[in-house]
């Protein structure tokens, strides 16, 4: 139950964290439970960019540069938002399974889950930082 309002309190948090969530709860839920978690993290990258690409237009900016704007906002959320923390997060998860694997069931399922949601706050903003330098030095320097 604990687990379940931690859950929550992310998940309203931003709903871009909800496949950390998803991977942190792998030895726990379905696989069908984590890819749904993946889905709703991309419906929000989709989402903003949309927004973004909106908002873009409505302030008269030029069809370039509102397609610029929503490439750049997709990739940098699919890099820091999706695909980087949930590798990381998978992996995390995965290496505490390991390192406690003979511990009592109990454990092996629960503690993982928790080292990988404890982990969340920890990856957000040297994720953020290293993406914002990656595309600095790719994409936004290709469009300038």
Known sequence: ?????????????????????????????SRSIVSASYGMAIGYVCTDTFDKALRANMAGDSNRHVAITAADVFSWQMLASVILPGLLINRITAASKMMLRKSPAILLKTLPTAIGLASIPLIVHPIDSLVDRFMDATFRQMVR
């Open 1 to 29: 139950m604990l687990l379940l309002l931690l859950l929550l309190i992310i998940f309203a948090y931003r709903l871009g964290y909800s496949n950390e969530v998803g991977e942190a709860f792998r030895p726990l839920v």
